[in-house]
């Protein structure tokens, strides 16, 4: 599977942005999503992730209520649209794939990932 990422960028606090991950593969219902995060010096966090379905989703404490995944079969593309952005968001972000309906929250649960995509939260 192969996955590309898109949507960062640079953006005040409060302001929001949409990420997209567009996958290759055509059985892309039979794959979970979940987006992940790297801050410079960090280690890699989870953020959300979405079922092969997408009836079912989970969110980091840090981002509930205020980041939404979810996910276009029709289109292979699953979206994490962010508002009420803050600077601590500031970040690559990766979304990945895991062979399997259900979520996992860890990095080493997914077995694809895209090449990440910048989001830069200014003050």
């Known amino acids: 599977v192969q996955l590309q990422a898109s949507g960062g960028g640079l953006v005040q606090a409060g302001r929001s942005l949409r990420l997209s991950c567009a996958a290759s593969?055509?059985?892309?219902?039979?794959?979970?999503m979940g987006w992940f995060r790297q801050a410079p010096g960090k280690e890699r966090e989870f953020a959300a992730a979405i079922s092969g379905s997408g009836g079912y989703t989970s969110y980091a404490d840090s981002v509930k209520g205020r980041f939404t995944v979810s996910r276009d079969i029709a289109k292979n593309t699953v979206y994490l649209q962010m508002n009420s952005l803050r600077p601590e968001d500031t970040a690559v972000y990766y979304c990945?794939?895991?062979?399997?309906?259900?979520?996992?929250?860890?990095?080493?649960?997914?077995?694809?990932w895209g090449q990440g995509t910048q989001v830069t939260v200014s003050s």
């Open positions: 990945a794939a895991r062979a399997g309906v259900t979520t996992r929250i860890i990095p080493t649960g997914y077995d694809f």
């Open positions: 593969e055509r059985t892309f219902s039979r794959y979970a």
